[in-house]
């Protein structure tokens, strides 16, 4: 048997707030993205990557469209620099820092260049700025845009996880294997609901079911079926009742399991205000017609349960793991294997 390796992981203070700020300024370009999206700016400039040919282009300031898309492509820009710097960093400091820090770093790297690929092929592929209800491979682009920046988020969410001073500091226990192997599914159904809604903003099926949360006909399921209909119904409804359900269920197993570790505990708090502030938001963007800063709120929030449950997966993994490699069996053979 090969010995398990003994060499102890450094928290890079610096490192680790680089992280975090990068995480933030990622919810900002998420927030940026999605009230493009939600005003209707993503094709304020009908060429990529720059903007009318322009880093600087005329009157983008003083035009709410240009100004909301060109600031959207500049904080992307912003935002692929300082991962491409976390990711130079991590590989600096790689012998120091978890086995696999290195990887999900890679991944991020990779992941921020798809994005920006995917937003550009979402522009040159509709030049003329043809409405999402027609469809098309544009649209297609346009959702993978959206669930990608979500998968990003996701990576960056485990990296700062990985390079935060918690890493080491928690006390592992062997019942977290339970909230991490439901956490894990829950980040699945999560993902999913996020799909479907992006699927729906981009077709422009927001208000397909115009009322909450009887139909207009007074029933819960609707009497008119089309893929708009059903597909508003699938995110509002069933999608939204799944994942308030699964949230919960995480939850009541985070304070059953994790023997009082405050930091899963208190993510999961945080996920209950996150999940009942996401079903307020949505009932009120159906009530009030999708008003643009309500509905991107919406957007940033679920982006924010989708990351504090990646979180609460990340930290309870990597407890339990942390919890079998040091039992006395795993002791014992590595006593064993070095003798």
Same mark, same amino acid.
């Given at each position: 048997?090969?010995?398990?390796?003994? =060499?102890?992981?450094? #928290?890079?203070?610096?490192?680790? *707030? &680089?992280?975090? +700020?990068?995480?933030?300024?990622?919810? +900002?370009?998420?927030?940026?993205?999605?009230?493009?999206?939600?005003?209707?700016?993503?094709?304020?400039?009908?060429?990529?990557?720059?903007?009318?040919?322009?880093?600087?282009?005329?009157?983008?300031?003083?035009?709410?469209?240009?100004?909301?898309?060109?600031g959207?492509?500049?904080?992307? /820009?912003?935002?692929?620099?300082?991962? %491409?710097?976390?990711?130079?960093?991590?590989?600096?400091?790689?012998k120091?820092?978890?086995?696999?820090?290195?990887? *999900?770093?890679?991944?991020?790297?990779l992941? #921020? &260049?798809?994005?920006?690929?995917?937003?550009?092929?979402? !522009?040159?592929l509709?030049? =003329?700025?043809?409405?999402?209800?027609?469809? /098309?491979?544009?649209t297609?682009?346009?959702v993978?845009?959206?669930?990608?920046?979500?998968? $990003?988020?996701?990576? *960056?969410?485990?990296?700062a996880a990985?390079? @935060? @001073? &918690?890493?080491? $500091?928690?006390?592992? =226990?062997?019942?977290?294997?339970r *909230? %991490?192997r439901?956490?894990?599914?829950?980040?699945?159904?999560i993902?999913?609901?996020?799909?479907?809604?992006?699927?729906?903003r981009?077709?422009?099926?927001?208000?397909?079911?115009?009322?909450?949360?009887?139909?207009?006909?007074?029933?819960?399921?609707?009497?008119?079926?089309?893929?708009?209909?059903?597909?508003?119904?699938?995110?509002?409804r069933?999608?939204?009742?799944l !994942?308030? !359900?699964?949230?919960?269920?995480?939850?009541?197993?985070?304070?059953?399991? %994790? /023997?009082?570790?405050?930091?899963?505990?208190?993510?999961?708090?945080?996920?209950? /205000?996150?999940?009942?502030? =996401?079903?307020v938001?949505?009932?009120f #963007?159906?009530?009030?017609?999708?008003?643009?800063?309500?509905?991107?709120?919406?957007v940033?929030?679920?982006?924010?349960i989708?990351?504090?449950?990646?979180?609460?997966?990340?930290?309870? @993994?990597?407890? %339990?793991? $942390?919890?079998?490699?040091?039992?006395?069996?795993?002791?014992?053979?590595?006593?064993?294997?070095?003798?």
């Amino acid at each position: 048997m090969k010995p398990h390796s003994t =060499q102890a992981t450094q #928290v890079d203070p610096a490192l680790a *707030i &680089f992280a975090k +700020v990068v995480v933030g300024l990622t919810f +900002v370009l998420i927030l940026l993205g999605g009230h493009t999206t939600t005003s209707g700016a993503g094709m304020a400039f009908p060429d990529w990557p720059l903007s009318d040919g322009s880093l600087n282009p005329q009157g983008w300031l003083h035009n709410v469209m240009m100004r909301l898309e060109h600031g959207h492509r500049l904080t992307a /820009g912003l935002v692929a620099i300082l991962v %491409s710097v976390l990711y130079g960093w991590v590989l600096a400091k790689r012998k120091s820092l978890p086995a696999r820090a290195h990887w *999900i770093a890679l991944g991020a790297l990779l992941g #921020v &260049f798809a994005q920006a690929i995917l937003g550009g092929l979402r !522009v040159i592929l509709d030049p =003329q700025g043809i409405a999402p209800a027609a469809g /098309g491979i544009s649209t297609v682009f346009r959702v993978l845009h959206g669930c990608c920046a979500q998968a $990003e988020l996701c990576l *960056i969410v485990t990296l700062a996880a990985m390079l @935060s @001073s &918690f890493w080491q $500091e928690m006390k592992p =226990q062997p019942a977290w294997a339970r *909230i %991490s192997r439901f956490a894990w599914i829950t980040v699945c159904v999560i993902f999913l609901q996020l799909i479907v809604g992006a699927t729906m903003r981009h077709l422009g099926a927001g208000l397909a079911i115009p009322t909450f949360p009887f139909t207009p006909d007074g029933g819960i399921m609707p009497k008119v079926h089309n893929p708009y209909v059903d597909l508003n119904f699938t995110h509002t409804r069933f999608g939204a009742a799944l !994942v308030t !359900v699964f949230v919960v269920a995480l939850v009541v197993k985070v304070f059953r399991h %994790s /023997g009082g570790e405050p930091r899963l505990q208190r993510p999961a708090l945080f996920l209950c /205000g996150l999940l009942a502030s =996401q079903i307020v938001l949505g009932m009120f #963007v159906i009530w009030k017609t999708r008003p643009l800063m309500l509905t991107t709120i919406h957007v940033v929030n679920g982006a924010a349960i989708l990351a504090t449950t990646v979180l609460l997966a990340v930290r309870a @993994s990597h407890g %339990s793991r $942390e919890s079998v490699d040091h039992s006395p069996e795993a002791d014992l053979h590595i006593r064993e294997a070095l003798a």
